[in-house]
């Protein structure tokens, strides 16, 4: 009884250490610091380490609701391989204004190595793997 214990007791402290990740809002100060300070950069300049997407949309735009649950899952089985950002369009004027953003939801798939693409339009699950795979080279 007394190894059940121990054993049990070393699953439940390994599966503390083991956090599924999941997206994260961020504002203008928080973007500047993860993804690109184009106040003082003027060139493009990932400030990330790991692959990323970042989603524009708002509360109120159904295609944005859609997609949502995706990107949830996706950072949750992608984990710690890929960050997934969330820009509130109206709270975050000034980002929407940076980065052009006229229709929602769009997104900045930015790869490691700093370049990145934009997309807009909502996307099935599918679509979204398949851009981490081919785009950002990142695999489950």
């Not at 999941?22 to 973007?31: A, G, I, P, Q, R």
């Not at 990932?46 to 997609?67: K, L, Q, S």
């Not at 710690?80 to 229709?103: C, M, P, Q």
Request: glycine share 6%.
């Amino acid at each position: 009884m007394k190894k059940l214990s121990i054993i049990m007791g070393l699953i439940f402290a390994m599966s503390i250490g083991v956090q599924a990740q999941s997206t994260e809002h961020l504002n203008v100060k928080t973007f500047k610091e993860k993804v690109y300070n184009y106040e003082k950069n003027k060139e493009w300049k990932y400030e990330g380490d790991v692959p990323a997407i970042v989603d524009f949309y708002a509360d109120w735009c159904g295609p944005c609701r859609y997609v949502a649950p995706f990107l949830e899952e996706l950072a949750k089985e992608y984990g710690d391989k890929i960050k997934i950002y969330k820009v509130n369009t109206a709270h975050n004027k000034e980002l929407s204004r940076v980065f052009k953003i006229r229709g929602i939801p769009a997104f900045l798939f930015i790869r490691a190595d700093g370049k990145m693409k934009k997309r807009v339009g909502a996307m099935p699950k599918a679509e979204f793997e398949r851009e981490i795979n081919k785009y950002l080279k990142v695999k489950k």
